[in-house]
């Protein structure tokens, strides 16, 4: 195979639209050498297509998708040799054998014989199924097939892997094991896996790209994405003592904290206490030692970090308000958007 | 061309697996055993102009009609409803060489199982131990029809199975399609209206469309390079139809 370019996806101005209803718009992104990339997004928002469109199985209406260098409209068959996709709900021929499935897969894919029977031997042990290697596939089990679905995949060994919710229907030991699969491909394939399932997508991923409506609404590692769409960090604290300046006090500490909740004491003396900073530095250890300073008998303190799960609502939601009109509502700028 | 020969193992494979394919084989022997026995019978209470071969050939139409979409319904259409054409479209092969594999195979075994039908001359030779039963040039000529009527025919099953996701909807519609090519110039040809004036070619075209003329052609001996060109061309027309619309489907989603 070429060699491989440090850039292996790049996404420029992709727009897909089935009659009327515009399923990718306008969507950039690109995709490094060995990397893990997360797409996200609830149902419809466009990940399977774009998915497609990566593979070169769909064609898009405008935009250019560059694999490994190559552009997959107008190579197709180059790109397609870079490329190991699994689709959802990964479709298999219900009559033929596993090793025979891969053979057959292999072949296409324009292995050479003494190298693809090796490799079939090598992606069965790397994925678990060499018991398995002779069973029917129509008769295996969900996890099974997923599994050959991924050992196909990466039978080749292609510089980009696609998978469409590849942990779909598994039991959670089955997704452990598909999600340990995927992270030994990390540095050497780039991967996009998408999903909706979050905490999967922040186990493995090293960037995640939320989309919704067809455009990208938030994108950057688990991190960085909370710091940009909640932009502060907060603390919960459980004290004692005498609680009326506490806002004040915490000033003395960090100019930016803030109160931002402060509970009922239960009959032991304790409360707790929502602290909010906008700065990112952590503030946990000067609070453990100014607090008790400040005479405050403090239980515990946590830093409460918003889950992927809150970053994915908050920028699907944003998206949505974007999107909505700006028409006054009785006086009111917008028209009421959910609650957060 | 590269991947040609590993889609088309790969379809040899499905076939010999497919109860279909089996299906259409009991049926086509038992029916074709039936016929050629009826004729036998014809033949041995009354002396008839021509020889058996010829008449064995003439009903060529009906095993057709239902071996044909057994052979090719499934092809296309059960892939596409699985999914699987989604990943064979995605590894470096591209629509032509899918289709064409898909057609060799189903092509194959058309050949193979009328191929078999040898047989029933053979057991005729061996029986009544009289070479004259054994006339190899209308079966010569029968066969050749056979073989090429038979890329057509294939063709046209393989185009019905690339319209839809569904194996009997493919199947009704490539036994639509073969009505209309096969007894469609027939009846066609029987209105008396294109008998005048300026209608004269439609019906010399008609004419020249005849199937049945072209069987009584082949088991006479006489291969008429228009008949060659007119399978030869309506099967690459019926395949290209096909890979677009594999291809077509796929632009629209």
């Known amino acids: ?340 | 061309m590269r991947h040609y020969f590993t889609i088309f193992s790969h379809e040899v494979r499905t076939l010999l697996y497919s109860p279909s394919t089996y299906i259409a084989a009991v049926f086509f022997l038992g029916v074709m055993g039936f016929f050629f026995s009826n004729i036998l019978e014809a033949y041995s209470k009354a002396p008839q102009e021509t020889p058996p071969a010829v008449v064995f050939f003439q009903v060529f139409w009906f095993p057709v009609l239902f071996m044909v979409p057994l052979l090719t319904m499934k092809t296309i259409a059960d892939e596409r409803r699985q999914g699987t054409l989604e990943t064979l479209l995605t590894t470096p092969v591209n629509t032509a060489e899918v289709v064409l594999g898909k057609f060799s195979a189903a092509y194959l075994f058309y050949l193979l199982l009328w191929g078999s039908t040898l047989g029933f001359h053979y057991l005729l030779q061996l029986y009544a131990r009289d070479s004259r039963f054994l006339d190899p040039a209308p079966l010569l000529g029968g066969y050749l029809f056979i073989a090429v009527s038979g890329l057509l025919f294939i063709a046209i099953g393989i185009f019905a199975s690339s319209m839809t996701r569904s194996q009997p909807v493919a199947g009704i519609f490539t036994v639509v399609l073969l009505i209309l090519v096969i007894l469609g110039p027939r009846y066609l040809g029987e209105i008396s209206a294109l008998n005048t004036g300026v209608l004269r070619p439609v019906k010399g075209a008609l004419d020249s469309l005849q199937i049945f003329t072209h069987v009584e052609d082949f088991t006479h001996g006489i291969i008429d390079t228009r008949q060659l060109f007119y399978y030869l061309t309506g099967s690459a027309l019926a395949l290209l139809f096909s890979i677009l619309g594999v291809e077509a489907k796929l632009l629209n989603g």
């Not at chain 1, 935009?63 to 068959?77: D, F, K």
Request: hydrophobic letters at 40%; one cysteine or more.
């Open chain 1, 1 to 340: 195979m070429a060699e491989i370019p440090d850039i292996t996806i790049e996404v420029s101005h992709l727009v897909k639209t089935y009659g009327a209803l515009t399923a990718v718009n306008d969507l950039s992104f690109s995709v490094k050498r060995g990397e893990i990339v997360g797409l996200l997004g609830p149902n419809g928002a466009g990940k399977s297509t774009t998915m497609r469109i990566l593979t070169g199985y769909l064609p898009a209406n405008s935009g250019s998708v560059r694999i490994c260098g190559h552009p997959v409209a107008s190579e197709p068959e180059a790109t397609k040799r870079h490329v190991g996709y699994m689709p959802e709900n990964n479709p298999l021929p219900d009559d033929m054998r596993v090793s025979e499935y891969l053979w057959f897969r292999g072949r296409l894919k324009e292995m050479p014989r003494a190298r693809l029977r090796a490799r079939i031997d090598e992606v069965l042990e790397l994925c678990d199924l060499k018991r398995n290697r002779h069973r029917i596939l129509g008769r295996l089990s969900k996890g099974n097939k997923q599994r050959v679905g991924i050992a196909e995949a990466i039978l080749a060994e292609p510089a980009v892997i696609i998978m469409d919710e590849p942990t779909i229907g598994l039991d959670p030991h089955q997704i452990i094991i598909v999600r340990d699969l995927i992270a030994s491909l990390r540095g050497r394939m780039s991967v996009i896996i998408s999903s909706h399932i979050l905490p999967e997508i922040e186990a493995t991923c090293d960037r995640v790209l939320i989309i919704n409506g067809g455009r990208i609404v938030a994108q950057g590692s688990p991190a960085e994405l909370r710091h940009e769409i909640f932009g502060s960090t907060s603390y919960r604290v459980e004290l004692a003592g005498e609680t009326a300046n506490l806002a004040a006090q915490l000033k003395g500490i960090d100019s930016a904290l803030t109160v931002a909740a402060l509970g009922d004491c239960a009959a032991d003396g304790f409360c707790t206490a929502t602290l909010v900073t906008a700065s990112a530095a952590d503030l946990g250890e000067q609070l453990l030692a100014a607090l008790p300073a400040l005479g405050y008998r403090v239980r515990s303190l946590g830093r409460t970090q918003p889950s992927l799960e809150d970053v994915f609502l908050a920028a699907t939601r944003r998206s949505w308000d974007a999107r909505l009109p700006d028409k006054p509502v009785n006086g009111d700028a917008r028209a009421p958007l959910p609650k957060f």
